[in-house]
């Protein structure tokens, strides 16, 4: 391919002690709880609202939060389900229950509730925010492991931002990758790509109608359907039609198989795909979902619902090993229930068993039971300001299946922010930081952290 060489005189920005890259579930929880410890934040955003996927995904569910017996994720994520609830933003006809104490239970919101909300704790928190903006180029040492500056760009044109420290929380690790750290990239270190789903908003849907048992009952037509030729691919996963409206819906349903969210070519046709599989579905409730003959599709989702992309090589890689062992961790960050997500790769019968039995047995936690979440999964191996947070953090395929959803993503985000800001007070890396400490600030900010012994180095991998 031939090339250009660009050169431009860039002007620069500093006076920020941290820069988030990214306003989804990761980024919003790091630059919300780094700006109330009184950290000059900027955080910028590609797309014009806060909440990435939750909204501009319309991903309108927060994945399950308890375990059964008591609430798991605790800090900036219970006090946003806590204030939705009380606003309204949730599901009608919801209980606290849903994320205090049920078993795997997802939590239905409204998006358009959310983004107001975020706009809000941010402005509190004297978070400076920059929509439209993207990160492009990074200034780093990688020798030292030391981020410089990220070149952002966005209608007024180029800048370099200096700050103090800096947290990708892009979901594909940009920053992380710009700045040279080593990623696990899927389609390249991996045979096969978890598929992509675009999400969609309906109205005109009689839940009354839909009957009390309604995800059996979408599970029922679907097999129909599905057997009358009605779909173009034999996709036998629906996680489905979820109420967050008096008559609005939120469909998680239509993979887009082999979708590499790192090629932009990929990303296009995906999503093009995306669009008329959501007519595919639109015709399916009307046809075989009572409640859903008048069914109206009012949009298709901004972001294309990527489920894993890159990871970063970290500190510490969480494993398989360590979740099916239940493991507990001194410089854990939070603690976790949800079951190994990896939705079907193929339309495949063996694969649809696969995911059957990983979903029923051996990726599943019991009741009453979690694992944890440590640091290390945050911190670029040997990176000394820069902190991944979110579905790029270091962790291997399976476990990543659990992690990569939105209230993992916020514990990361929020301690990725808190660590951030003990870094710059104590001059230590984030490599090295007290994680006893961490841990004790993360408490204090009503974070859930129930391990008995606190240690003031991280858990590395052996290989570290």
């Not at 609202?49 to 994945?63: E, I, K, P, R």
């Not at 409204?110 to 492009?136: C, M, P, Q, W, Y």
């Not at 093009?272 to 075989?288: D, H, P, W």
């Not at 290390?376 to 990569?404: E, M, Y």
Request: glycine share 10%; charged share 20%; proline share 4%.
């Amino acid at each position: 391919m031939e090339t250009y060489e660009l050169r431009r005189t860039v002007a620069v920005e500093d006076g920020y002690d941290l820069v988030v890259a990214g306003g989804g579930p990761a980024g919003m929880a790091a630059a919300i709880c780094a700006g109330r410890l009184g950290a000059k934040v900027l955080l910028v955003e590609s797309t014009g609202c806060l909440g990435g996927m939750a909204t501009s995904g319309l991903v309108t569910a927060f994945d399950p939060m308890a375990n059964g017996e008591r609430m798991l994720v605790g800090g900036i994520m219970r006090e946003i389900v806590e204030t939705m609830y009380t606003r309204g933003f949730l599901m009608p006809g919801i209980t606290t229950d849903f994320w205090r104490k049920n078993y795997h239970c997802w939590t239905p919101f409204s998006a358009e509730g959310l983004k107001l909300l975020l706009d809000e704790l941010t402005t509190a928190a004297g978070v400076e925010v920059r929509f439209f903006t993207r990160v492009i180029d990074a200034d780093a040492d990688v020798k030292q492991g030391r981020v410089r500056g990220m070149i952002l760009n966005n209608i007024e044109g180029y800048r370099c931002v200096r700050a103090k420290t800096f947290i990708d929380c892009t979901g594909d690790a940009v920053l992380a990758n710009l700045c040279g750290v080593p990623c696990r990239e899927a389609g390249r270190d991996t045979k096969r790509i978890m598929p992509a789903t675009l999400a969609s908003l309906f109205t005109g849907i009689h839940f009354g109608n839909m009957g009390d048992d309604w995800w059996p009952n979408q599970q029922a037509a679907l097999k129909r359907a599905l057997a009358d030729g009605h779909f173009t691919q034999f996709d036998r996963l629906l996680p489905g039609m979820s109420r967050v409206g008096r008559t609005i819906g939120y469909l998680n349903g239509g993979h887009v198989f082999n979708l590499n969210a790192l090629r932009c070519q990929s990303l296009s046709e995906g999503i093009m795909l995306g669009r008329r599989l959501a007519q595919e579905y639109l015709s399916f409730y009307r046809k075989y979902v009572p409640g859903c003959e008048n069914l109206e599709h009012v949009t298709t989702a901004a972001l294309m619902g990527i489920r894993e992309s890159r990871r970063i090589v970290g500190e510490y890689e969480l494993t398989f090993a360590d979740y099916t062992a239940r493991r507990q961790f001194p410089d854990q960050i939070g603690v976790f229930n949800k079951f190994v997500d990896i939705h079907p790769y193929d339309c495949s019968e063996a694969e649809w068993k696969r995911f059957e039995s990983e979903c029923a047995t051996t990726g599943r936690l019991g009741r009453g039971e979690c694992f944890g979440i440590p640091y290390g999964i945050t911190v670029p191996k040997g990176w000394a300001n820069l902190w991944v947070a979110g579905r790029c953090a270091s962790s291997d395929v399976q476990v990543h299946g659990s992690i990569r959803v939105q209230p993992a993503a916020a514990m990361m985000g929020q301690a990725a922010g808190t660590a951030a800001v003990q870094s710059i007070r104590t001059n230590r890396p984030a490599f090295d930081i007290d994680t006893k400490v961490l841990v004790e600030t993360l408490r204090a900010a009503d974070a859930y952290l129930p391990q008995a012994e606190c240690s003031a180095p991280m858990t590395r991998s052996k290989a570290n």
